[in-house]
């Protein structure tokens, strides 16, 4: 069975840390690229760094771009997206995607009802005082 699940989420106050883990079962991450999506309420789901197999560049929406970072441990199949700086507007519940039609980094992450395959349920984040 493919499943991916992320954890790792919480509150936080602003300029806080954190890290997120998306982990995957019933295949091997290394061979995706994977995608970090958030949705706020009310808020259509927005790519904030997403990775592809066509594609030698990592992409970095602008609102995360210098804060973010994404590793992966192949050996736990797991790939961890750190999360710097957060701000109030980072409040979201986060998802890890793998790849499903690659294309540039870019597009991935503009276009998450086409190129990905498999979705973690989500795990919320909570940037407040």
């Known amino acids: 069975q493919v499943q991916l699940v992320e954890s790792g989420g919480g509150l936080v106050q602003p300029g806080g840390s954190l890290r997120l883990s998306c982990t995957a079962s019933?295949?091997?991450?290394?061979?995706?690229?994977i995608g970090w999506f958030r949705q706020a309420p009310g808020k259509e789901r927005e790519g904030v760094l997403c990775?592809?197999?066509?594609?030698?560049?990592?992409y970095y929406s602008d609102s995360v771009k210098g804060r973010f970072s994404v590793s992966r441990d192949n050996a736990k199949n797991t790939v961890y997206l750190q999360m710097n700086s957060l701000k109030p507007e980072d409040t979201a519940v986060y998802y890890c995607?793998?790849?499903?039609?690659?294309?540039?980094?870019?597009?991935?992450?503009?276009?998450?009802?086409?190129?990905?395959?498999?979705w973690g349920q989500g795990t919320q984040v909570t940037v407040s005082s």
């Open positions: 990775s592809s197999t066509a594609d030698p560049n990592t």
């Open positions: 995607a793998a790849e499903g039609t690659p294309s540039t980094a870019q597009v991935m992450c503009q276009n998450y009802f086409y190129n990905w395959d498999s």
């Open positions: 019933g295949f091997s991450l290394d061979h995706y690229g």
